[in-house]
């Protein structure tokens, strides 16, 4: 690559950057509906066409606020898997870990958080390029998950689905087959648990239970142990007996 093509990809990287920045701040005041290339490029000090070159459609500014949005929140997950595995913690105090994570995140980035797990951005549907950034969530939750199946933590549960695996086959696969029984639907459980820490994290970013409990923190922790029970693993809490 000659210097003329190196400076100019370097341009637009922080041009995109700047973009991205700006696109932050506009989502947080007016929601991703109200994004707007004219408004991009007035507040960037740009002009519009120099906007297009890079993000021909509002919805590619979305897609890029969305993609980062997913990979920042399972960036921090991974992070605290990595830091929780290091000290050789339980897979119950790896999921304790990653859910504080992700509810850290979602706190500091209320923005990013509504666009990917709140409410649609009216005419605007998520393209392929946001699938696997998005799986980077879940794919923390079956890491631990297989691992306690693997390691022996996870206690076989009372009830199973009833009929045939509730799956498709790319669930399946993600999780590296079906487990045998008594954990044939481990899977399904831990979507259960996946879905579970989403809606108690909309609660929580959206001001649900400040009028319901003392203690948000504490009653996040709570849940998730709650909610890990539904997979036979026991998330251990500051003044368990165990």
Same mark, same amino acid.
């Given at each position: 690559?000659?210097?003329?093509?190196?400076?100019?990809?370097?341009?637009?990287?922080?041009?995109?950057?700047?973009?991205?920045?700006?696109?932050?701040?506009?989502?947080?005041?007016?929601?991703?509906?109200?994004?707007?290339?004219?408004?991009?490029?007035?507040?960037?000090?740009?002009? /519009?066409?120099?906007?297009?070159?890079?993000?021909?459609?509002?919805?590619?500014?979305?897609?890029?606020?969305?993609?980062?949005?997913?990979?920042?929140?399972?960036?921090?997950?991974?992070?605290?898997?990595?830091?929780?595995?290091?000290?050789?913690?339980?897979?119950?105090?790896?999921?304790?870990?990653?859910?504080?994570?992700?509810?850290?995140?979602?706190?500091?980035?209320?923005?990013?958080?509504?666009?990917?797990?709140?409410?649609?951005?009216?005419?605007?549907?998520?393209?392929?390029?946001?699938?696997?950034?998005?799986?980077?969530?879940?794919?923390?939750?079956?890491?631990? /998950?297989?691992?306690?199946?693997?390691?022996?933590?996870?206690?076989?549960?009372?009830?199973?689905?009833?009929?045939?695996?509730?799956?498709?086959?790319?669930?399946?696969?993600?999780?590296?087959?079906?487990?045998?029984?008594?954990?044939?639907?481990?899977?399904?459980?831990?979507?259960?648990?996946?879905?579970?820490?989403?809606?108690?994290?909309?609660?929580?970013?959206?001001?649900?239970?400040?009028?319901?409990?003392?203690?948000?923190?504490?009653?996040?922790?709570?849940?998730?142990?709650?909610?890990?029970?539904?997979?036979?693993?026991?998330?251990?809490?500051?003044?368990?007996?165990?």
């Amino acid at each position: 690559m000659d210097d003329y093509a190196a400076n100019s990809t370097s341009a637009d990287a922080i041009l995109s950057e700047l973009i991205k920045k700006t696109a932050r701040l506009h989502l947080a005041e007016l929601g991703g509906g109200g994004l707007s290339l004219d408004s991009l490029a007035r507040d960037c000090g740009r002009a /519009v066409t120099e906007v297009q070159a890079l993000f021909p459609h509002r919805d590619d500014v979305l897609t890029a606020l969305v993609i980062d949005a997913y990979d920042a929140s399972g960036g921090a997950m991974e992070r605290a898997d990595k830091d929780a595995a290091a000290l050789h913690a339980s897979a119950g105090a790896r999921l304790l870990a990653v859910t504080r994570a992700l509810r850290q995140w979602s706190f500091d980035h209320p923005a990013e958080f509504t666009l990917i797990y709140g409410s649609p951005v009216p005419g605007y549907h998520a393209p392929q390029d946001t699938v696997l950034p998005a799986s980077r969530t879940p794919g923390v939750l079956a890491g631990i /998950v297989g691992a306690a199946l693997a390691g022996g933590e996870l206690t076989p549960p009372r009830r199973t689905v009833p009929g045939p695996p509730l799956l498709l086959p790319a669930a399946v696969e993600a999780f590296g087959g079906l487990p045998p029984a008594p954990f044939s639907d481990v899977i399904e459980r831990g979507i259960v648990l996946w879905s579970s820490l989403i809606g108690l994290l909309v609660f929580q970013v959206f001001s649900r239970t400040h009028d319901s409990v003392r203690d948000e923190a504490a009653f996040f922790d709570y849940a998730i142990a709650v909610a890990a029970e539904t997979i036979g693993l026991v998330v251990p809490l500051d003044g368990d007996a165990h």
